[in-house]
């Protein structure tokens, strides 16, 4: 089994996702779910969501992709905290979009050409170090 970039393989045209497809595009194609809630399957996904979470949570809030969490998650973090700075690890693929891209650092081709990036960003190494860049250093020298 393999799927796309950031998406969980169903297989190929498979008959439950082609039929929910199918049902939601003779209902509602498009809804600016961001700013009111504007159908009835958010609704009813609100409802289920609302009942695994901890009760101290009681805010959700939807994305179109990966990236866009994360760019939130950063203006949440920060607004929160009154803080600018935040920490990513070592090779980690954080999304293509401006704010994620400054906490990508598995390639460098995702920044390069790019900068200056979002300010206040620190990378630092993975504290598990099995493959690590210290360990592959390390190992270098003792060969």
Do not use: W
Not at 16 to 23: F, I, L, S
Not at 100 to 120: C, E, N
């Amino acid at each position: 089994m393999t799927a796309g970039i950031g998406a969980t393989s169903t297989g190929h045209c498979h008959p439950k996702v082609v039929k929910a497809v199918q049902e939601q595009a003779a209902n509602i194609v498009h809804a600016q779910q961001n700013i009111f809630k504007g159908h009835t399957k958010q609704v009813e996904l609100d409802g289920l969501l609302s009942q695994i979470m901890p009760p101290q949570l009681t805010k959700l809030f939807y994305c179109n992709s990966g990236s866009e969490a994360v760019d939130n998650a950063v203006k949440i973090a920060r607004a929160v905290t009154g803080r600018q700075g935040v920490i990513a690890f070592d090779g980690g693929f954080h999304g293509r979009t401006m704010g994620a891209m400054a906490l990508t650092s598995s390639k460098v081709i995702y920044r390069q050409h790019f900068g200056p990036l979002m300010p206040g960003v620190h990378i630092a190494p993975y504290p598990y170090c099995l493959h690590c860049k210290l360990q592959q250093e390390r190992v270098s020298v003792q060969s």
